[in-house]
């Protein structure tokens, strides 16, 4: 069995790295495009590939995404609905993701951003503390990830619910709500609104105008899932109006973001790299593995996500 890494925008031999293919162990690892024979190419690791990457590779059976999204390996018109998507679970990179978002929660609290400017203006004025208690925040997408985030928000005392399409159980501390009316539920409750949902037919768009006139007036949005899901100009009149007091962007639309692009001198947006939070190449490593293992016992690999709802 051989496998074959895909990737119109990255050099995935390079990010991969030796240690990674020396784990390969017994599976030949070859890049797209491979023009040698292609029967036995059981297996790719892909990321953005390009439309027509499989139609190359007729006895395909699974495709490893390095990352927990799979959005950009689903979208591939070659992809054919027989081949399994696998994505990448990896405590560490929610250990990491959940870091992220506790700075923006607390810094909305807090106020750091009135800090930083009283500071360029040489100001000295304290302004009014809020505890944690007083700041609820509402969690969009209730996953391997979502889960952290939550639990790690509750232990530092805000009061935290999560949202998602179906009802799922919450460890003590969390409020859960799924489908639409309660995604209006929780809306009216959330003053800070964390974005982790997959990017789905259903969920583009979902951070729009409608949703934010459902928060709390002064409200803040995070937004570390997809950039499809944000409708742009909806923000900056949220941000115009103060039904939004500020954002904090991580993934756009277009990546990088466009010079010159309204968000990059905003004074309520705080704009990072898409850099929230990585997979480890361990990790990447480990479901590899555990994918090439499954295909050679004729079983369904681990982590294989649902094509039908998109993750």
Partial sequence: MRCVLVSKSLDLRGYLGAQ?????????????????????????????????????????????????????????????????????????????????????????????????????????????????????????????IGRTVATDLAQLGF??????????????????????????????????LVNLLPLTPETRGILNRTTFARMYRGGYLIQVGRGEHLVEADLLAALESGQLAGAALDVFATEPLAPRHPFWRHPRIVVTPHDACEVSVEAIGATFRATAEAIRAGRRPPHSIDRARGY
């Fill in 159 to 192: 009061p935290v619910m999560a949202w998602s399409r179906t009802a799922k159980e919450t460890p003590p501390g969390i409020s859960g709500f799924a489908g639409a009316a309660g995604l209006d539920a929780m809306l009216g409750q959330t003053e800070v």
């Fill in 20 to 144: 990674f293919l020396r784990a390969a162990g017994r599976i030949e690892i070859v890049n797209h495009p491979h023009h040698g024979p292609a029967t036995d190419i059981r297996l790719a690791v892909a990321w953005h590939p390009p439309d027509d990457a499989f139609d190359h590779y007729p006895n395909l059976q699974a495709v490893c995404s390095i990352g927990a999204g799979v959005d950009n390996i689903l979208t591939c018109p070659s992809l054919r609905p027989d081949v399994e998507v696998i994505r990448v679970v990896d405590p560490a990179q929610a250990q990491m993701m959940s870091g992220f978002v506790a700075w923006h929660v607390i810094g909305h609290q807090r106020r750091f951003a009135a800090y930083q400017a009283q500071q360029r203006e040489e100001r000295w004025q304290r302004l009014a503390l809020r505890r944690a208690q007083d700041v609820p925040v509402g969690i969009l997408g209730f996953g391997e």
